[in-house]
């Protein structure tokens, strides 16, 4: 049982990922996967999807699930 | 032509409009506005000068949000139809980085409806700018300019 997980932007390269797999039991929320992560602090100004909707820290996520992190966006 | 379109390669925001509007509109006597935002890259930000651009997005969530964008416009306003192209990849200065556009059959809800287009691209859209500077640093832009 696991889930995806995502960084873009300078959070992908400051976390030294793209993409990695975290096992989880039952029902969590982003706030628990966040402290599950390594030892690296996520920027205040992180924003998260879950399945590529905006989500916040007691969106709840399960197996199978994908989260992404990433900073504020930056287009047009 | 698709609504949403994300592309790498430079395109005429000019004659990508004109080919939409005779893919869609052909025949069609009702349309009284068209309202038109094109967002190109500038030789310079925050002071320095930059050679070239990389855009970033999230392959998935990126055309899912311009969707939804597109259908919110279209739910607020009595549109005809919406156009939103936006570019990925590496971009140079003067290329069009983004168009959104509206039609209506009246202008005040085609330009309400461009305008909400690209504020909320802007926004909430997940793209990211990494600019290349003259002295070959590289550095993410943190924060969009106010609109």
């Known amino acids: 049982m696991s889930i995806t997980i995502k960084y873009f932007a300078s959070l992908r390269e400051q976390m030294g990922t793209a993409e990695q797999t975290l096992s989880v039991k039952g029902v969590a929320t982003v706030a628990d996967i966040v402290v599950k992560l390594s030892d690296t602090n996520l920027p205040e100004n992180t924003l998260v999807a879950v399945n590529q909707e905006y989500a916040t820290g007691s969106t709840q996520v399960k197996a199978g699930d994908e989260i992404a992190f990433f900073p504020p966006v930056t287009g047009g | ?147």
């Open chain 2, 1 to 147: 032509m698709k609504n949403i379109q994300l592309q790498t390669r430079p395109f005429d925001p000019w004659n990508e409009l004109t080919k939409f509007q005779q893919s869609r509109f052909r025949g069609k006597t009702d349309i009284g506005a068209t309202a038109v935002f094109v967002g190109t890259m500038r030789d310079f930000n925050e002071g320095e000068n930059v050679q070239t651009m990389h855009l970033e997005h999230y392959p998935g969530m990126t055309e899912k949000y311009l969707g939804e964008l597109v259908e919110k416009a279209k739910q607020d306003w009595p549109l005809e139809e919406c156009l939103v192209i936006h570019r990925v990849g590496d971009i140079q200065p003067s290329e069009a980085i983004v168009l959104t556009a509206a039609w209506s059959g009246h202008r005040k809800e085609a330009l309400e409806a461009c305008r909400y287009l690209i504020e909320e691209l802007k926004h909430n859209a997940p793209f990211w700018k990494k600019e290349t500077l003259d002295s070959g640093e590289a550095r993410w832009v943190e924060v969009n300019t106010q609109g």
